[in-house]
């Protein structure tokens, strides 16, 4: 009778431990991570017309970086041009941004395997850029 016990205990162990190790692929942090092309950005809000506007990228130099590290490090290059911030997910369609300009409060507009585009504001100000990246 022991050993019968004893045997389900340790099957009942073993299913549990499977079952909560299932991969997380549905929450916005899962869905964001990994490095993304960067393919447009239009900014609106700047008071001096000459830094609105669509600017496009899309080459390989031109990314983001969504870090897998406990640090949730963002990594930015444009043109080359790297900067290091981080970034916390709010809700599930909403995350922050630390990085070169400012804070900014982001926004997903969609989001799939392939195609990512969120709207962020810069914290304090009425500039907001729209972001466009691809894998």
């Not at 162990?13 to 990994?34: H, N, P, V, W």
């Not at 830094?51 to 130099?61: A, M």
Request: proline share 0%.
């Amino acid at each position: 009778m022991k050993k019968q016990i004893t045997i389900l205990s340790l099957l009942m162990l073993f299913t549990s431990t499977l079952i909560s190790c299932k991969k997380d692929e549905t929450s916005l942090k899962a869905q964001m991570m990994g490095r993304w092309t960067l393919n447009r950005i239009v900014t609106t809000g700047y008071t001096d017309d000459k830094l609105n506007g669509d600017v496009n990228y899309g080459k390989t130099t031109d990314y983001i970086d969504y870090k897998s590290n406990n640090d949730d490090q963002v990594e930015l290059s444009l043109s080359g041009n790297r900067t290091i911030g981080t970034y916390v997910i709010i809700y599930s369609d909403q995350f922050s941004m630390d990085i070169n300009d400012g804070l900014n409060y982001c926004k997903i507009n969609s989001i799939s395997q392939n195609k990512l585009q969120f709207t962020a504001k810069i914290d304090k100000t009425n500039v907001t850029k729209v972001y466009y990246l691809t894998r």
